[in-house]
């Protein structure tokens, strides 16, 4: 369970940004625009990805010393841009469209899939950080952590498009933001330390 509690935690604090698939992700709820489709597709994708990086993360990390440096600072670099993103990060407030309007199931996918697929964050959040954390797990440990990153994105996103309402004015109060981006470049920070103190030791076994 420790493990399945980082996979939630860590999914979850990396999930916490607003960007183009949770803004999109709040606009069809306002419009109660199959709410469920778009939610549902949003974490699939999000399990998919994470047990891409888990499993490339766990098959060549059963390689060499060396190997295993490439990924732990390969690992480093991409929570220091999360880190820089956020510290970057507009503080805009912003413009929903709230009327209500269906459109048709095949048109939702397809957007809902291209503001997925098509944001890079989303590749290096789930597969390069996650997956990377994943890998010196033993190999029932990853799937209690997989599971629970997977059911940060579902809760988030399930939460996101029904409460839509709520997220929406929630967005637009740069006080609360300022507050959780906070918490969650405090968490990546106390990351990059483990990271890094696990790159000086692989260093140092390797001299």
């Known amino acids: 369970m420790e493990k399945f509690a980082f996979g939630f935690y ?15 992700v709040i606009e069809q709820g306002l419009k109660r625009n199959r ?20 499993a490339a993360f766990h098959y060549f990390s059963q390689s060499t010393s060396f190997f295993d440096l490439m990924l732990n600072l390969l690992l480093l670099v ?16 912003y413009s929903l469209d709230k009327t209500y309007k269906e459109e048709p199931l095949s048109n939702v ?27 010196d797990f033993i190999l029932n440990d990853k799937f209690f952590f997989v599971i629970g990153a997977t059911c940060s994105s579902f809760i988030y996103f399930f939460c996101l498009g029904y409460a839509s309402s709520y997220f929406a004015n929630f967005i637009n109060n740069r006080r609360s933001w300022r507050v959780i981006d906070r918490g969650v470049i ?22």
């Open 10 to 24: 860590l999914g979850m604090s990396l999930i916490l940004a607003i960007g183009p698939q949770n803004l999109f």
């Open 35 to 54: 709410v469920f489709f778009v939610c549902l597709i949003c974490a699939l994708s999000d399990f998919i990805f994470i047990v891409i990086g888990t």
């Open 78 to 93: 991409f929570i220091l841009n999360f880190i820089w993103n956020k510290l970057n990060a507009s503080s805009n407030l």
């Open 109 to 135: 996918i397809i957007k809902t899939i291209a503001f997925t697929y098509l944001n890079p964050h989303v590749y290096s959040d789930t597969i390069f950080i996650i997956g990377g954390f994943s890998k």
């Open 186 to 207: 405090i968490t990546m920070l106390l990351l990059s330390i483990f990271v890094l103190h696990k790159i000086i030791l692989i260093v140092m076994s390797m001299t």
